[in-house]
T-cell receptor, first 116, second 117 residues
Framework: NAGVTQTPKFQVLKTGQSMTLQCAQD?????MYWYRQDPGMGLRLIYYSASEGTTDKGEVPNGYNVSRLNKREFSLRLESAAPSQTSVYFC???????????????FGPGTRLTVL | AQKVTQAQTEISVVEKEDVTLDCVYE???????LFWYKQPPSGELVFLIRRNSFDEQNEISGRYSWNFQKSTSSFNFTITASQVVDSAVYFC??????????????FGRGTQLTVWP
């Protein structure tokens, strides 16, 4: 049981390049989330997905796209990276339907992204 | 609107001191959930506790205790007899009950706790 896994762990991009951050969970959770963490800002929600096939914008969605490929996987894509997207990205999952409501979110180890 | 405020940006204590981390929240919902997460220097986020809005009982887990007071919209976290391993950033978070944002967490900016030997 690996929990939430993210790849890659580190990435350096040049301005304008694109990349996809991968996230997978093996806990059969229905909801998945992408956050970014910047110094002194806490974690801010980029996008989330309450179920397979649905996605919604969070606080800071500009410059990002997401895909909920299936129940396990939720990817985050930067189409044209900018230095302002330099951050640590966390994926999380939780169970928000059924009998076990509002369980805590389980987080992946994070991806440290630098955009030059 | 949902908002979580952690007014203490950084706290330094010496080992064995007690320390309290403050968390104040804002929400218009009657049903909501409060969380504390720990982020050690290694970077991962570790869940510590969840409390729902209908349960104001304080909770103790070993050296950790939490004081939830709806009257002051606070959910404070106390570490008793702190240890160097408690050094981390601690985040308070709020989750509401609204359908469109069900389960979404609103984080405070975190408190960096440093425990010196």
């Amino acid at each position: 049981n690996a929990g939430v896994t993210q790849t890659p762990k580190f990435q350096v991009l040049k301005t304008g390049q694109s990349m996809t951050l991968q996230c997978a969970q093996d806990m059969n959770h229905n909801s998945m989330y992408w956050y970014r963490q910047d110094p002194g800002m806490g974690l801010r929600l980029i996008y989330y997905s309450a179920s397979e096939g649905t996605t919604d914008k969070g606080e800071v969605p500009n410059g990002y796209n997401v895909s909920r490929l299936n129940k396990r996987e939720f990817s985050l894509r930067l189409e044209s990276a900018a230095p302002s997207q330099t951050s640590v990205y966390f994926c999380a999952s939780s169970q928000t339907s059924g009998d076990t409501l509002y369980n805590e979110q389980f987080f992946g180890p994070g991806t440290r992204l630098t955009v030059l | 609107a949902q908002k979580v405020t952690q007014a203490q940006t950084e706290i330094s204590v010496v080992e064995k001191e007690d320390v309290t981390l403050d968390c104040v929240y804002e929400t218009r919902d009657t049903t909501y959930y409060l969380f504390w997460y720990k982020q050690p220097p290694s970077g991962e986020l570790v869940f510590l506790i969840r409390r729902n809005s209908f349960d104001e009982q304080n909770e103790i887990s070993g050296r950790y205790s939490w004081n939830f007071q709806k009257s002051t919209s606070s959910f404070n976290f106390t570490i008793t007899a702190s240890q160097v391993v408690d050094s981390a950033v601690y985040f308070c978070a709020l989750s509401n009950d609204r359908g469109s944002t069900l389960g979404r967490l609103y984080f405070g900016r975190g408190t960096q706790l440093t425990v010196w030997p």
